[in-house]
């Protein structure tokens, strides 16, 4: 049957950024969607994922977009995700796959469940690839290759969904783990939202004058300081709670340093960076092995 | 005149580790010295460095390695580098020049133009180079190709032996800039010793079990902490007044960040980081520029 070529028919991707505008392309690449309709408030990165071959429709007309989608991905910063659930929900078709690739996953999750009927089935991603970088013009097929994705699958999500949601995931070439979505926003917090916040603090607190005797040290430091400002908002302030937790941890660590060095004692500074010289050696293994 | 063949006759490196060792390697390469005696407190360092043929002869005995030396260059940690001031300053050789490789200035400055005798002449020096590793194994003779080298001359310093020691960086590919002593120490608290606890106290703050999870963007932001406790604790010491000023402007920065977070405040928020992106950027164009 000519439906079965591909896993699903129809997606939408409602947000043609960096992420959205390259799991259109992976999708392509992999053969996954018979076709796909992009979504974006800005008509410039529409042109652009269609002339990138991303997509093969677009729309202003989110509602529009979603008529006879079977995978719907939504892919918009966190804040627009969320109002993105609300405004579709009822316009969703029958037995249609719903995920999306926000950076926090419980605000994301508790709404969808809240607001999307039975007939529409749920699953939260969150794909870990991506930098500093945004926009369609830095989409790539590839991107999510050797890349985690976090799934937050729970008690009321479809099996089925979960996991044909996951094999996309696995054949665009993530390795996919399950989490809680209240257990995927505390270590984000750590590991990804919190080293975004130290390194915009940083860039900030360093007065402009001296920015010319900065090495690549400084460089990999502030890296992420690159990022996009609306989106770390977003982020910011879905996963608040958790997110100024991590940034007390590192304040109390900063703090016990600060302590360490007017008390000019040095064993105790030795203590403190070989704690954290652990932790990285711990973290150096994780990632390149 | 056979001892015209090279910049100097003998010189005499006081610690190699991979700054020394590197330094040395650049020494031979350009044909500098004449010959090169290493001085470390751990017998292995001396044995690998004599193996890589960047030094001609070691020994653990500093007062002997500094006999003849008409340039004697302290390559050890700030604390080491202020004990082998005070012990050198009476036996150095009439009319040797004297320069360091230390991360901060003032302190090193201070004591050397304290304690040496009128027939030395010292300069100080820092080359940026290096990386969160350490050790002779990672030395190499163009570590300081393109790599900044800031020396700090005073009113104090010997003319002559200031054009030499700048000769000496530029020739092994350094690009020399003078600062005085404490702009140096003010200025490197921010883009080097301010990145360096930020990225110890994130490392230490982060539970283990959450490492897991971690990506490329923690992995860059942590990368200094890979860096030696010991030489880290010595710099934070030595430097302490100005660490302790940038520790508390970037604590100031992350509270800005984290009240906005608490009030939800979208637009404080995106001011912020967008203040933080602005330096990032100047950053960046400096660095590739």
Same mark, same amino acid.
């Given at each position: 049957? +000519? %439906?079965?070529?591909?896993? %699903?028919?129809?997606?939408?991707? +409602? #947000? &043609?950024?960096? +992420? #959205?505008?390259?799991l259109a392309l992976a999708l392509k690449k992999h053969g996954l969607v018979g076709s796909i309709i992009g979504v974006s408030r800005q008509e410039a990165s529409l042109k652009t994922a269609v002339e990138m071959k991303a997509i093969d429709e677009s729309t202003m007309d989110i509602h529009k977009a979603i008529q006879g989608a079977d995978l719907v991905i939504l892919a918009a910063p966190v804040k627009v995700i969320l109002d993105n659930i609300e405004d579709i929900s009822k316009h969703l078709r029958r037995g249609c796959i719903v995920t999306d690739v926000g950076s926090t996953k419980l605000s994301i999750v508790d709404l969808a469940e809240k607001h999307f009927p039975p007939h529409v089935m749920f699953?939260?991603?969150h794909p870990m690839a #991506?930098?500093?970088k945004s926009g369609i013009s830095h989409a790539n097929a590839d991107l999510f290759k050797g890349a985690a994705c976090i799934m937050t699958? &729970?008690?009321? &999500?479809?099996?089925m969904a979960r996991d044909k949601v996951k094999q996309l995931w696995t054949i665009v070439g993530a390795q996919v783990k399950l989490m809680e979505p209240a257990a995927h926003d505390e270590a984000l917090a750590y590991v990804s939202h919190l080293p975004h916040m130290l390194a915009f603090s940083l860039a900030r607190a360093i007065p402009e004058a001296f920015l010319e005797h900065g090495a690549i040290g400084l460089k990999d430091t502030t890296r992420l300081a690159g990022s996009s400002s609306k989106m770390w908002s977003d982020i910011c302030i879905s996963n608040y709670r958790q997110v100024i937790k991590a940034i007390d941890e590192s304040v109390k660590s900063l703090a016990d340093i600060r302590k360490a060095v007017v008390a000019k004692d040095e064993q105790e500074l030795v203590q403190i960076f070989n704690q954290a010289k652990t932790k990285r050696e711990i973290l150096e293994k994780k990632i390149n092995g």
């Open positions: 049957m +000519i %439906f079965n070529r591909h896993m %699903f028919r129809r997606a939408a991707i +409602i #947000g &043609t950024g960096m +992420i #959205g505008g390259s699953v939260g991603s #991506g930098s500093e699958p &729970t008690a009321k &999500t479809n099996r």
